[in-house]
């Protein structure tokens, strides 16, 4: 299932651009105080780090990505997510776009 | 005032990507159904044009405009907006990045 929208969030105005803008988010907060953004990665190949644990989850486009430690490639699509530990890193490759969500976890 | 951020918003998930990448902006309704989105400008310079009349209010960044039928390029900074009319467009150029409300009028 795709989450095409999310209700009732407090959305904070100014983009997030990462990597020369090959990435770009916006944060919000959802109604009980939880952090999260809604994003997209453009045609690129990236190295995300990561504070806390992460939840990727697409809602249109795909990406491969790499988590570290890891050789393997994995395709991610609309209504797929992945996870990410915290304090590690990922790589990701987008041949067009990966729309995304990205949950703190 | 800078608007810093909006509550209680319907967020659609997935970004809209204009001119490569160089604007990314997300959209979403206002609880009285009114539709506005949320972008940045990269450093380029663009021509947009408009169907419904828009007001673009800068929240972070900085951007120069010119209004169809004008030579005057003017300036646009946090806290300030411009109007554009209906089926008309306008030039933007933009140094660093330009972060946008934009409303429809």
């Not at 020369?20 to 990665?41: F, P, R």
């Amino acid at each position: 299932m795709i989450t095409e929208s999310i209700d009732g969030v407090r959305l904070t105005t100014k983009a997030n651009v990462y990597f020369d803008g090959k990435c770009v988010s916006h944060s919000y907060q959802l109604a009980d105080g939880t952090k999260q953004s809604v994003g997209v990665v453009l045609a690129a190949t990236l190295t995300f780090g990561t504070a806390a644990a992460e939840v990727m989850e697409c809602v249109a486009g795909a990406c491969e990505y790499k988590l570290d430690g890891s050789d393997a490639w994995q395709k991610s699509g609309p209504g797929e997510k992945f996870s990410v530990p915290a304090n590690s890193k990922f790589d990701i490759r987008v041949a067009e776009a990966y729309h995304y969500i990205c949950h703190y976890a």
